[in-house]
């Protein structure tokens, strides 16, 4: 039963980044630039487009590899990292708690499943 657990966490988690990292991913280099922005109170202010692409493509890439179970660890690190990150600029920017409680509950998914890893229901388990 613990392996379905995983396997249902991992394609709830993983569908919903997947799902909002896409338009992301597809906004070109407006969107990216944007995006890019976001990172700016961290003191990041340098190639903004390059820094938007890597966070689309983080939640859209990492989200389908985390719910397959394909490059596990590396995509539950890569999407924990992308929340912490999320958590600090929401925190930087004064949001309270509700500003920063969602990416907060979704980094600490991805970081108890790259802790624990994927289970027995995965991609990378049928390969080998």
């Not at 379905?4 to 991992?10: K, W």
């Not at 890569?78 to 969602?102: D, H, M, P, Q």
């Amino acid at each position: 039963m613990g392996n379905t657990g995983l396997l249902l966490i991992r394609l709830a988690f993983g569908i919903y980044s997947a799902y909002y990292g896409l338009p992301k991913l597809l906004s070109g280099l407006s969107g990216w630039e944007s995006l890019g922005g976001w990172v700016a109170p961290l003191g990041i202010t340098f190639l903004p487009v390059l820094w938007g692409f890597l966070l689309a493509a983080i939640e859209f890439i990492g989200g389908v590899c985390f719910a397959l179970g394909i490059f596990f660890r590396g995509a539950s690190f890569s999407l924990f990292l992308r929340s912490f990150v999320y958590v600090l600029i929401a925190f930087l920017a004064g949001s309270g708690l509700e500003g920063f409680f969602s990416p907060l509950l979704h980094g600490a998914v991805y970081l108890g499943l790259f802790l624990t890893g994927e289970g027995y229901y995965g991609i990378s388990r049928i390969i080998r």
